[in-house]
């Protein structure tokens, strides 16, 4: 464990020796996140809500674009508007925590702090939606929920999160449906393109949908440990909520009719999925498109020639600044090398070294922090070479996390296999399915597997049921699962 | 009240008759905010919610400016750490909202609703501070807070609410100090250039100050019905909680020190200020840097030109859209009179119209919100013209305002005077105090009047204080407040 580099001490935990530990020793040392005196909740410290500051701008551009806008509602449901649907209420009356007093008086009615909104929203929508005119209604928020979970790891399940959640209301089920999939889709390009992690787009079982949905989509991502993440979900809710709210419009045919609707939300939880996706034993990694600090600018120096290397090095920082997140590390207590571990722990997708010899020979020297190439540079086209280098990084990372998916699916068709593969969390495995939750049920319970989802691109890999050998006609991704 | 013009109802209530009417008929019609189905709380809709949204993409720059990176803490806070420092627990108490139940446990310890997040950001400073090295630390979060209020007022006051909150450590007084007034600083610029109204800037008496302060600095707004409205304060915190939460740093002469704070917040109501400040018995009025909709666009068609228009005026739309936020109201089911009381209500800065004669002329026309003022503009000038127009309309809005305070700003000498004047709620009052508590105390009781600030521009109005007739030597701000 830990390993001296001039003098730089990396604490932590090899991947293959604790993958639990080696997670938890990132998040700590690079100063993502931290404990909160609080159980199961974190703070997430300045270079972590950085991470989630980019993810927020890339995605709400993207919400914006397909015409949603953002309100707030409150954070307190009153306890009779939670229950007013039921299943829903079943799902998170276990995890709400329960606001009793208010200042020093008791409260008439408990209060709950939102594990989700969809009840609070709808109420408001009952109130706002009148005629056809009024739709469709596209509003998202962002914002923190609690759900009080017993077992808490930071950023993939902790006692409060932030996250964002989109509640749509629409005149017909054809136009929920599409609004569903677009977010889906949103969600598919959002954490391929600008996280370079892959997904599979899929529908939930009936066991696993959302509670309240009529049907519930999925982007599933495969963690470097084998495990199965769900990086983001996407619901169609019927006319459930619109049922129970009473949110009805008067359409152009005269008729009193209630809206379809649709929910849908991602968390910072990404933020967990970044690190297990690529994370490896020297620390993070980050996408260039979401890392706080692209290039980090270390100088070396010594004694005679201090003063004209920081010159230089300052004058790439001017030149370089209009068009990357860049920074100069000139502390003087810290040796170079001292530096290089601690920027390859935070992630940072490229080093930009400056010493004596490149400022005679008009270069610098670049370090990728995925592949640990380096590349010599001429100062002439430094601008245009850190660009294509970050687009570069953006896509080898993403082709690296493919690979590994790719080698990891596993196609069964016993659940004798399953039980084999699942004891090592070796990854997706892919199978046939006769849609019986009974199958479902015996799945998890013998393999601990669950299943992901029913892909949106179905394969044929034969008609039997990986667990009753039944008439099987729906393809499924099963794994392990945080 | 309320006037029917071209089909638009204007039900809002005149500003005369009833100003706090008024206030909540905006809101309501101008589909800024909501009342939620829960005491004290508020929606805010997407339209009010857009003018936060460039209020935190305003500010938020600024405090990036000025090094500051955001982080973000958790909700909760065990009633252990609240109850730490002695003075500000005593403030915070009566207003807690305190959860006791998580699921369906009862919880050991109750645990606090974040009123303000100094205790549990100090907890974690605690921790992360050890060295002269880790100083400044200089941190801001956006959040939510709840506040248990008795009386509410959307955006003024209400149970929960949105805002930011800094968060910084220092190694001296000095430099929080110099921190707390750079950030006061950054606050007034922020709200006379971008929401154009003129604020005062001054240190709050020791009997307003912010529970646990050492220093409250503040910036006070003039409402158009003369009463004051405390827009954003900034605090230097001193040692008082570095002692209590054991922030120590080693300095670099070898010897543990507590570090010294400051914390500085502003909220949505901000926007109430707005309202308040610009709007008028049409509406709202929105200065132009944080509009919503900077332009809207409205075309006067009949039946044999519509299409002619119509695309005459998308072509507009196109052209301007990459320089401000514009909109076209293309709406078939209302009348172009509807449409313009509708815009007016909702604030939005410039109307630009596009009827047959115009397009014959190659003319459009642009209407201020501002002072109502028309003018005929040449197609080849437009962009020019709109961009000089928004910040023409910024400005004059701001000299308006700045027009009012001067006007209902009164020096007076005697608490009698005071009395006359506050039963009518005539604005801000100048006039020299002893400094003492019990005249403070004394005015309060009699006038309603509150001292706002001692403003950092102090001017020499006499040597006898407005209460007691005793030696006085600090100039102060006084009105009644929100």
Not at 364 to 377: A, I, M, S
Not at 411 to 433: D, H, P, R
């Amino acid at each position: 464990m830990g390993k001296k580099d001039n003098g730089y001490v990396k604490e932590i935990t090899s991947k293959d020796e604790d993958f639990s530990q080696w997670y938890i020793d990132i998040i700590l040392k690079a100063e993502l996140a931290d404990y909160a005196p609080i159980k199961g909740c974190m703070v997430i410290r300045p270079y972590g809500f950085s991470i989630w500051e980019n993810i927020q701008k890339l995605l709400d551009k993207r919400f914006k674009e397909t015409g949603h806008s953002n309100a707030y509602f409150p954070l307190f449901i009153p306890e009779r508007l939670l229950q007013k649907e039921a299943e829903h209420v079943e799902g998170f009356a276990p995890e709400v925590a329960w606001v009793t007093h208010g200042g020093r008086e008791r409260l008439a009615e408990r209060i709950a702090v939102r594990p989700t909104s969809e009840t609070i929203i709808c109420s408001m929508y009952s109130k706002w939606i009148n005629s056809w005119r009024d739709l469709p209604v596209l509003i998202n928020q962002w914002a923190n929920v609690v759900r009080w979970e017993k077992s808490t790891r930071p950023f993939l399940r902790t006692a409060e999160f932030l996250w964002q959640e989109g509640h749509t209301a629409h005149v017909s089920e054809e136009e929920a449906e599409k609004e569903t999939l677009q977010m889906l889709e949103v969600y598919r390009d959002f954490v391929e393109t600008e996280l370079s992690i892959p997904v599979i787009k899929g529908r939930k079982t009936e066991k696993e949908k959302f509670a309240g949905a009529l049907r519930t989509y999925t982007i599933e991502a495969l963690m470097s440990d084998g495990k199965a993440l769900q990086a983001g979900t996407s619901h169609n809710l019927g006319q459930h909520f619109a049922k129970v709210f009473d949110i009805t419009y008067l359409d152009k045919d005269g008729e009193l009719k209630y809206v379809w609707q649709t929910s849908w939300g991602v968390s910072t939880r990404l933020i967990g999925a970044i690190i297990m996706t690529h994370g490896d034993n020297r620390g993070l990694k980050l996408p260039p498109r979401v890392a706080p600090i692209q290039v980090i600018l270390v100088p070396i120096t010594s004694h005679g020639n201090k003063e004209i290397i920081l010159d230089k090095i300052r004058e790439i920082h001017n030149e370089l600044k209009p068009f990357y997140r860049v920074e100069l590390d000139d502390r003087d207590e810290y040796t170079p090398g001292w530096k290089y571990n601690q920027w390859e722990m935070k992630g940072v997708p490229l080093r930009l070294e400056l010493g004596p010899k490149d400022l005679e020979k008009n270069q610098v020297v670049l370090v990728r922090r995925d592949t640990g190439e380096k590349l010599f540079v001429e100062m002439a086209s430094l601008k245009e070479s850190v660009g294509e280098l970050l687009v570069k990084i953006q896509k080898t990372m993403f082709d690296q996390a493919k690979d590994f998916v790719l080698k990891n699916t596993h196609v069964l068709s016993s659940i004798e296999e399953l039980e084999i593969i699942m004891e090592k969390n070796k990854g997706f495995v892919k199978a046939m399915w006769c849609g019986n939750r009974n199958c479902e049920d015996i799945i998890k319970e013998k393999t601990g597997a669950t299943i992901r989802c029913i892909p949106l691109e179905q394969e044929n890999l034969g008609d039997k049921c990986l667990c009753c050998q039944g008439k099987a006609n729906k393809m499924i991704y099963l794994a392990r699962a945080y």
